[in-house]
């Protein structure tokens, strides 16, 4: 039922998409390129599962996802070895979406603010509004045309310095696997852990929620040396460890007793899962540190598994190996920038609320009393 209503609105998006900007090329994941072809009158073309990792960002200008924030993930992860990701415009569809931030019913405002007139790309311009140096898809900005159309092939027209749309950039984590040797292993990753091909393996990779050490199916904790900076922390004893970013600090971290941080303070947080010590909480560190988890020669298991943003590294990390953790860079050049997700963000949103207090509040019921009806 719920893949047959992103489907019916994914088509309706597409409809609207062919019918308004007709030089659009659209791009689809197999299952779905197959039913649309049905009955759209433009070709629709699939790609995704077969070009390399890193040339799918440069035949992408924007991303649309239908779903929750498992969708959101899946879409970053189509970028995960590269360093440019394509704006991400979601809509909400699932049933939670936290980082969702559109409802379906505004898609046509939502492209058309996001393709007409551009947003801001400055990271923490979604809570300031400061003067800034008028650039093309900057605040106050004189929108640019696109190169194979004009305003006046497009319905609607072009909302200027009136447009409330902006980019939030969010923190990614650079993750590289090593041997016991110190030689880099390559990442293979699957969906789960039974029916899903792994993909074709790829050196570092990039993650948008967290990377997480799990002690699995053994039933021993597991054994983990934690260092920072080539300095050793503490050896933690726990089922597990997770490093995440801002945005994955309310996903499993959050389940797991960390803090929930704002996506723009740039920071990496380190939180242990059901450690043995009640001394040993989550630590949140500068995104630029680099954390390296070591699986310790004293561990019971040969073993442990490895997952990134929910994938599963296939082999696991044997004992003596490590997975070195940064935060990713941010880089801007005359392309735009480099580093990170862009994701497209509602604006014009009463009280100057971003939208982040709204989730905790509506979605995630932070602070919520017992006992009282609100």
């Known amino acids: 039922m719920v893949f047959a209503t992103t489907e019916r609105a994914l088509s309706q998006e597409r409809l609207h998409i062919t019918s308004t900007y007709p030089s659009i090329s659209l791009i689809c994941e197999e299952p779905l390129a197959k039913s649309l072809h049905d009955y759209l009158p433009v070709p629709v073309f699939t790609d995704l599962a077969t070009s390399s990792a890193s040339a799918i960002h440069t035949k992408t200008d924007l991303v649309t996802t239908f779903g929750g924030d498992g969708t959101i993930l899946h879409a970053s992860s189509l970028f995960s070895a590269t360093h440019s990701v394509s704006p991400i415009l979601s809509f909400t569809m699932g049933t939670l979406g936290f980082l969702g931030e559109w409802k379906f019913t505004d898609y046509k405002r939502a492209f058309r603010e996001v393709y007409m007139s551009g947003a801001p790309c400055e990271r923490d311009a979604i809570l300031e509004d400061r003067p800034?140096?008028?650039?093309?898809?900057?605040e106050n900005a004189t929108p640019l045309p696109h190169p194979d159309t004009d305003w006046s092939a497009i319905r609607g027209k072009?909302?200027?310095?009136q447009r409330?749309?902006?980019i939030l950039l969010r923190n990614r984590l650079k993750v590289g696997i090593f041997s016991p040797t110190g030689e880099r292993v390559p990442l293979t990753l699957s969906q789960n852990h039974h029916s899903s091909p792994p993909n074709p393996p790829?050196?570092?990779i990039h993650a948008l929620n967290e990377?997480?050490?799990?002690?699995?199916a053994d039933p021993h904790l597991t054994i983990i040396d934690v260092l920072v900076n080539k300095r050793f922390l503490t050896e933690a004893v726990a089922d597990g460890m997770i490093i995440s970013t801002p945005?994955?600090?309310?996903?499993y971290s959050l389940s797991a007793g960390g803090s929930i941080i704002h996506p723009l303070v740039s920071s990496l947080l380190l939180t242990p899962i059901c450690p043995r010590s009640l001394s040993f909480r989550p630590l949140i560190l500068p995104a630029n540190v680099e954390i390296v988890l070591r699986l310790s020669e004293k561990n019971r298991g040969r073993s442990v598994e490895v997952s990134v943003d929910?994938?599963?590294r296939h082999g696991g990390l044997e004992v003596g190996g490590e997975v070195q953790v940064t935060g990713e860079e941010f880089d801007r050049n005359e392309e735009g920038w480099r580093g990170g997700v862009p994701c497209i963000?509602?604006?014009g949103q009463s009280g100057g609320d971003d939208g982040w207090v709204g989730g905790l509040n509506g979605l995630l019921k932070f602070n919520y009393p017992f006992g009282e009806e609100r």
């Open 132 to 138: 800034q140096i008028p650039k093309p898809f900057e």
């Open 158 to 161: 072009s909302l200027g310095p």
């Open 202 to 204: 790829i050196p570092d």
């Open 310 to 312: 929910g994938m599963r």
């Open 211 to 216: 990377v997480l050490i799990h002690r699995g």
């Open 164 to 166: 409330s749309a902006r």
């Open 345 to 347: 963000m509602r604006g």
């Open 247 to 251: 945005t994955g600090s309310t996903a």
